[in-house]
């Protein structure tokens, strides 16, 4: 049986994301991809636990471990400002790490999350752009992300028979009974003019 040590405590986020140092001296530790997912998994999971000018901080210096420019570092960045409500200070991180190549799943989030950000300053419309194109592009666990974003913008430009039908469209992937009743319904929505 394995015994643990009940003594032993568990580092903080905090503790985890700040650079170890010798005599005061910050000392360069080889950090693996997972090593460096998991402290940033940890980090996210203890939001709340900081000041906003604190989280930024510590994702920022957790950012910082990456080399200049990473398009991880970038979007990991912008999802902190734009989790403590700066989404004018994320759309520029967003955009830089698209168009420093973000990849895989972190690609489609920083779509999703710098389109909401957008609507949020205003800016429905390139909001319904991003993720019409994004929905269009393929399909993955996201999927819902992508249509709920898509019905909160397309309601902001009063296109509100059309994002209810989407939401619901989205909704019937989820429900445990009448998935095929509310898809028709929600295709039917999109089709019918309003009264």
Not at 8 to 27: D, N, Q, V, W, Y
Not at 43 to 64: C, K, M, R
Not at 102 to 121: F, H, P, T, V, Y
Request: with cysteine; glycine share 6%.
């Amino acid at each position: 049986m394995l015994q643990t040590n009940v003594n032993a405590s568990t580092p903080s986020a905090f503790e985890m994301a700040r650079p170890l140092a010798i005599k005061g001296k910050p000392m360069e530790i080889p950090k693996t991809d997972a090593d460096w997912e998991r402290r940033n998994q940890n980090l996210w999971a203890a939001i709340d636990d900081h000041e906003e000018s604190e989280f930024i901080a510590l994702i920022d210096a957790l950012a910082a471990e990456l080399p200049n420019g990473s398009p991880i570092g970038l979007f990991e960045r912008a999802a902190a400002r734009d989790s403590t409500g700066h989404p004018d200070l994320a759309v520029p991180l967003y955009q830089g790490a698209i168009s420093a190549g973000i990849s895989g799943e972190r690609r489609r989030r920083a779509i999703i999350q710098m389109s909401s950000s957008l609507r949020n300053l205003g800016q429905p419309q390139k909001a319904v752009s991003l993720l019409t194109a994004e929905r269009d592009s393929g399909s993955d666990a996201l999927d819902g992300a992508v249509c709920a974003f898509l019905a909160l913008a397309l309601a902001d430009i009063g296109r509100d028979r059309e994002a209810l039908a989407i939401a619901l469209g989205a909704l019937s992937f989820y429900l445990p009974r009448y998935n095929r009743s509310l898809a028709r319904y929600a295709h039917e929505l999109a089709e019918t003019p309003a009264p």
